[in-house]
């Protein structure tokens, strides 16, 4: 197959607006997302449970209808060309979703005649994946561990080689040693130029993607490539160390000087309110400027929106 | 009394032939917050289960809060609390409901629950809230009353599961200055988490890799001997050494 040509347009999201009736409230759980994305590119949306993540994935996979926007994927219009778009795309939803009283192997001819294809069609893509579950392929999916059942939910999103991948929650609850393996099979596939969206709650995969958008209580906070976003964090930020954390916490927490301080790791971190002051110390404390990642924007960007 | 609020000793659950935890030893100190951390299918869950009271071991010796775990199983539940992320609250019962329910269970007196419920709920700046269900919380807000219920009969540890998973980053935190709180008051902690920053926050760690514990100490010290710069690469240093294949 043709790789996509790096210009075109994967998806192309306008003025999206979703709520739903929660008791007798509407509750909005997208409130105007606006996002375009590349095609052949890595997109991570990147938020913690509740914010819409699974919301918009739906909408852009045609399962649920907006209240209002316009959605292109792939060339095509979500809500009046659902049925050519289901063809094309690969999802992976958060929850296992895959016939638990069928084997591996039955799972993945089942999904691959609903799509006119077979399993040796596009085996040549699965490859690096399927070895790792084929000593089990007669077990039903059921039987099988979280780490198995999602390669070969994996396995079943890609059976058709679609052009689009989408992948809600891959790596949520997943060990950081599984995490790391996955992110390695997601930089293979961009390379077979599929385009892949893919949500996360953990702040620390937002650098593995080539550009991510923030979402939180349904709206995007920023959309940008992980480099260029944290350079929007202006504020002077520094790791410091003591030999009581919590108490260097507390004491730090009343200091006027500060805009913000917060246990990261082994460190604080410490946001300044201006550049060249410093707070006052307590002797044995190291202090050390740093640049801020992904997971201080957020917090940065969190508290600015409320 | 006795120092330690757990203490195990060649404890081992043997499913078949598949010994999904291999004789392992430890001793977690009163107030403690102790990080019990693993690759998915290392057995950190079999190794719960058994210190809850919930599972039988096959062989070796382990107590909790003072009570064997073979013998004591009913009292061990009485005086642990347990939180889980996948478990924890009942979505269809309004916030006031669930503290009354989960108090009653652990047989606290009605005029005291009451008392208790009303500075919980002062505490978690929840009044408004109070009749509200518990579906209609944000995650956070849920995972902290959670976390109040699971130590509102005051026991002498708690145990919770990912209690953070999927929380954004401010909750986070705040979540840890509960743990903090309760430690501070004398309540030890046992947490399992897959976030390698909140390790960094617990007292000592230890990391099982295929039923074994393979590594346990501060994470300062486990840092030093693994040579490492974050408690992420120490973790996967070790995790990376596993042959099961879940």
Redesign the interface.
């Known amino acids: 197959m043709a790789k996509l040509n790096s210009s075109d347009i994967a998806i192309k999201v306008t003025a999206v607006n979703k709520s739903y009736i929660?008791?007798k409230k509407k509750t909005p759980a997208l409130e105007n997302i606006n996002l375009t994305i590349q095609a052949g590119t890595l997109f991570g949306l990147i938020?913690?449970?509740?914010?819409g993540k699974t919301s918009l994935f739906r909408i852009l996979t045609s399962l649920l209808l907006p209240d209002s926007g316009e959605i292109w994927v792939d060339g095509l219009n979500v809500i009046t060309e659902y049925k050519n778009l289901r063809k094309r795309i690969g999802y992976m939803p958060g929850k296992f979703s895959l016939y638990t009283d069928l084997t591996i192997k039955e799972n993945l001819d089942f999904f691959a005649s609903l799509f006119g294809t077979t399993f040796e069609e596009n085996y040549d893509l699965i490859k690096d994946l399927y070895v790792q579950i084929e000593?089990f392929k007669d077990r039903r999916a059921g039987q099988l561990?979280?780490?198995?059942k999602q390669k070969l939910a994996l396995c079943c999103a890609l059976i058709h080689r679609p052009t689009i991948l989408f992948l809600d929650e891959p790596t949520?609850?997943?060990?950081?040693?599984?995490?790391?393996e996955f992110w390695e099979i997601l930089q293979s596939l961009k390379k077979e130029g599929i385009t892949i969206l893919v949500s996360t709650?953990?702040?620390d995969e937002a650098t593995l993607c080539d550009q991510v958008a923030l979402i939180?209580e349904g709206k995007i906070l920023d959309v940008d490539t992980p480099a260029q976003m944290v350079n929007k964090f202006t504020n002077p930020i520094y790791a410091v160390k003591g030999a009581n954390m919590?108490l260097l916490l507390r004491e730090l927490e009343k200091d006027p000087s500060v805009e913000r301080i917060?246990?990261?790791?082994?460190h604080h971190h410490l946001v300044m309110k201006e550049k060249d002051v410093l707070p006052v110390l307590p002797l044995g404390v190291t202090i050390n400027k740093i640049k801020p990642n992904i997971?201080d924007l957020?917090?940065h960007l969190?508290?600015h929106h409320e | 009394m006795n120092k330690n609020a757990i203490v195990v000793n060649n404890l081992s659950k043997q499913f078949g032939q598949f010994k999904a935890v291999d004789d392992i030893s430890f001793e977690v100190a009163k107030g403690e917050i102790f990080g019990f951390l693993?690759?998915?299918?290392?057995g950190k869950t079999t190794a719960m289960k058994m210190l809850c009271g919930l599972s039988m071991p096959t062989s070796g010796q382990a107590s909790v809060a003072g009570f064997d775990v073979y013998k004591e199983n009913e009292s061990i539940k009485k005086n642990i609390g347990y939180m889980s992320?996948k478990f924890s609250l009942y979505e269809d019962l309004t916030v006031r409901e669930n503290i009354k329910f989960y108090a009653g269970i652990y047989g606290i007196a009605p005029q005291k629950i009451k008392e208790k419920t009303n500075q919980l709920l002062q505490q978690l700046v929840l009044e408004k809230e109070a009749d509200m269900?518990v579906s209609?919380l944000?995650?956070?807000w849920k995972q902290k009353l959670a976390f109040s219920v699971a130590i509102f009969h005051e026991p002498q540890i708690v145990f919770l599961d990912?209690p953070t998973?999927?929380?954004?980053?401010?909750?986070r935190?705040e979540f840890?200055n509960l743990i903090?709180d309760a430690a501070a008051n004398g309540i030890t902690i046992f947490v399992t988490t897959?976030?390698?920053?909140e390790a960094?926050?617990c007292n000592r760690v230890s990391i099982m890799v295929d039923g074994k514990i393979e590594a346990l100490d501060s994470?300062?010290n486990l840092k030093k001997t693994f040579n490492a710069k974050?408690?992420?690469e120490v973790?996967?240093h070790l995790?990376?050494k596993?042959k099961r294949?879940?």
């Open positions: 929660v008791g938020g913690p449970d509740g914010s000593p561990s979280g780490g198995m949520t609850g997943v060990d950081a040693v599984s995490r790391k709650p953990y702040m939180q919590l917060y246990p990261f790791g082994e997971e957020f917090i969190m508290q | 693993g690759a998915n299918g290392a992320q269900l209609q944000p995650l956070g990912e998973g999927g929380v954004d980053p401010i909750t935190r840890w903090y897959h976030y390698m920053d960094e926050y994470p300062g974050s408690m992420d973790f996967l995790a990376r596993a294949i879940e």
